[in-house]
């Protein structure tokens, strides 16, 4: 499966996974242009089949409606998603046919209430659970630093530490990671399970740029 990361000024990434003709686009901002998208699906002769959210974003709006309205991608979002639209409604466990391969969607709680990862066989696009040297915040979109713990160690517990990690943003230019590199130096990772919730519940950074914008769009 091709992996083709986009990687916005404000440090939203999105990924456009290719496998057989048919692709799956990750995140979409309208930070990047929506061209940028329609032209890698016409270099690799690809139809876009899903257009996926890892969670309603708050700090940037996503361009999942053109995408939508200029293909005939569906959209996957988790079930608890605020969203009206949801073409593929999922709570974690399904795997979605892309080409010749699969995408398996597990619910990670914590960042929200409603985020999920997706993995393919070498990887996993954990949009704001896991973070290259971080993780998402906890304390608002119904967050909950339990479960984001949970989430870090027994759902993605079960991937082998080879495999590569996306996430939804860096702010270093950073696209990618493994899941080893991560459980190795990642300092949040590196916190027992009450001195995670400790510092997670302490932890309040400023709101957003754009976060009401961005929550009203993203929750159309
Ligand atoms: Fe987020």
Do not use: W
């Given at each position: ?23 799956a ?26 257009v996926?959210e ?6 940037h ?41 699969e ?65 939804a ?52």
């Amino acid at each position: 499966m091709k992996t083709i990361p986009f990687h916005s000024s404000r440090g939203c990434l999105s990924y456009l996974l290719i496998d057989g003709g048919e692709a799956a686009v990750i995140d979409p901002s309208e930070e990047i242009q929506t061209e940028q998208y329609l032209s890698a699906l016409k270099e690799h002769d690809a139809a876009l089949k899903y257009v996926i959210e890892t969670h309603t974003h708050a700090d940037h709006v996503s361009s999942a409606p053109e995408l939508l309205q200029l293909t005939s991608a569906k959209l996957v979002r988790h079930q608890n998603a605020p969203s009206v639209r949801k073409d593929i409604a999922v709570r974690g466990g399904e795997r979605l046919a892309l080409g010749e391969s699969e995408l398996t969607l597990l619910a990670t709680p914590g960042h929200t209430d409603e985020s999920i990862s997706i993995c393919t066989d070498e990887a996993v696009f954990t949009g704001d659970a896991l973070l290259i040297g971080g993780t998402g915040r906890t304390d608002f979109q119904l967050g909950d630093s339990e479960a984001l713990y949970d989430s870090l160690h027994t759902v993605l517990g079960t991937l082998d530490d080879t495999t590569i990690v996306y996430p939804a943003h860096d702010y270093k230019e950073r696209t990618a990671s493994t899941l080893g590199e991560e459980r190795a130096s990642n300092p949040r990772l590196a916190l027992a399970h009450d001195a995670f919730i400790a510092e997670m519940d302490s932890h309040h950074p400023p709101t957003p740029d754009l976060f009401e914008t961005a929550i009203a769009a993203n929750s159309r």
